[in-house]
Protein backbone atom coordinates (compact mmCIF):
# COMPACT_ATOMS: atom_id res chain seq x y z
CA UNK A 1 0.00 0.00 0.00
CA UNK A 2 1.32 3.60 -0.60
CA UNK A 3 2.02 5.87 1.85
CA UNK A 4 1.05 9.38 1.26
CA UNK A 5 1.99 12.55 3.80
CA UNK A 6 -1.29 13.37 5.68
CA UNK A 7 -3.27 16.42 3.85
CA UNK A 8 -3.79 19.36 5.46
CA UNK A 9 -7.22 19.84 7.85
CA UNK A 10 -9.03 21.99 8.03
CA UNK A 11 -7.76 23.62 11.20
CA UNK A 12 -7.57 26.77 9.79
CA UNK A 13 -11.10 27.60 9.24
CA UNK A 14 -11.68 28.60 12.83
CA UNK A 15 -8.91 31.31 12.44
CA UNK A 16 -10.96 34.73 11.63
CA UNK A 17 -8.00 36.35 11.93
CA UNK A 18 -5.24 34.21 9.96
CA UNK A 19 -1.90 35.17 9.32
CA UNK A 20 1.00 33.32 7.05
CA UNK A 21 2.78 32.38 10.09
CA UNK A 22 0.00 30.48 11.75
CA UNK A 23 -0.10 28.11 8.61
CA UNK A 24 2.69 25.68 9.82
CA UNK A 25 2.02 22.48 7.39
CA UNK A 26 4.60 21.66 5.37
CA UNK A 27 2.34 21.64 2.04
CA UNK A 28 1.66 25.30 1.71
CA UNK A 29 5.65 25.64 1.68
CA UNK A 30 5.67 24.46 -1.73
CA UNK A 31 4.03 27.75 -2.99
CA UNK A 32 3.59 30.98 -0.87
CA UNK A 33 0.66 31.57 -3.08
CA UNK A 34 -1.61 28.74 -1.63
CA UNK A 35 -1.13 29.65 2.15
CA UNK A 36 -1.80 33.25 0.83
CA UNK A 37 -5.26 32.20 -0.66
CA UNK A 38 -6.33 31.31 2.71
CA UNK A 39 -5.06 34.04 4.53
CA UNK A 40 -7.04 36.50 1.51
CA UNK A 41 -10.32 34.62 2.03
CA UNK A 42 -10.76 35.34 5.23
CA UNK A 43 -10.22 39.15 4.35
CA UNK A 44 -13.61 41.08 4.69
CA UNK A 45 -14.93 42.65 0.92
CA UNK A 46 -17.12 45.02 0.11
CA UNK A 47 -18.93 45.03 -3.30
CA UNK A 48 -19.84 48.68 -4.56
CA UNK A 49 -22.17 49.53 -7.48
CA UNK A 50 -21.64 52.77 -8.85
CA UNK A 51 -23.73 54.90 -11.24
CA UNK A 52 -21.87 54.79 -15.04
CA UNK A 53 -20.37 58.26 -14.15
CA UNK A 54 -19.22 58.51 -10.87
CA UNK A 55 -17.58 54.90 -11.57
CA UNK A 56 -16.09 56.66 -14.50
CA UNK A 57 -14.95 59.96 -12.48
CA UNK A 58 -13.45 57.13 -9.87
CA UNK A 59 -11.46 55.73 -12.51
CA UNK A 60 -9.96 59.11 -14.16
CA UNK A 61 -9.57 60.02 -10.40
CA UNK A 62 -7.38 56.99 -10.04
CA UNK A 63 -5.28 57.30 -13.05
CA UNK A 64 -4.95 60.84 -12.54
CA UNK A 65 -3.29 59.97 -8.64
CA UNK A 66 -1.38 57.06 -9.75
CA UNK A 67 -1.11 57.53 -13.60
CA UNK A 68 -2.78 54.38 -14.17
CA UNK A 69 -6.59 52.37 -13.16
CA UNK A 70 -4.74 49.05 -13.24
CA UNK A 71 -7.09 47.21 -10.25
CA UNK A 72 -4.32 47.17 -7.83
CA UNK A 73 -4.45 51.11 -7.87
CA UNK A 74 -8.21 51.62 -7.62
CA UNK A 75 -7.84 48.85 -5.04
CA UNK A 76 -5.37 51.27 -3.43
CA UNK A 77 -7.55 54.49 -3.97
CA UNK A 78 -10.70 52.66 -2.57
CA UNK A 79 -8.89 51.59 0.54
CA UNK A 80 -7.60 54.87 1.07
CA UNK A 81 -10.75 56.46 0.92
CA UNK A 82 -12.60 53.68 3.04
CA UNK A 83 -9.76 54.23 5.91
CA UNK A 84 -9.77 58.28 5.39
CA UNK A 85 -13.78 57.93 5.90
CA UNK A 86 -13.76 55.92 9.37
CA UNK A 87 -11.56 58.33 10.44
CA UNK A 88 -13.32 60.70 9.83
CA UNK A 89 -16.36 58.80 11.86
CA UNK A 90 -13.70 58.01 14.64
CA UNK A 91 -13.19 61.41 15.33
CA UNK A 92 -16.85 62.63 15.02
Same mark, same amino acid.
Not at 31 to 37: K, M, N, V, Y
Not at 86 to 91: A, G, P, T, W, Y
Given at each position: MAKFRKAP???W????? %?? %?DDIEHEFFQY??? %????LVDNRKGRVYLVMD?? %?YQDFLSAVEKKFGNAHASSVNTAALNAVKAW =? #? #? =???G
Open positions: GSELGYPH %LK %LSEF %LAQSHD %L =V #E #E =VKK
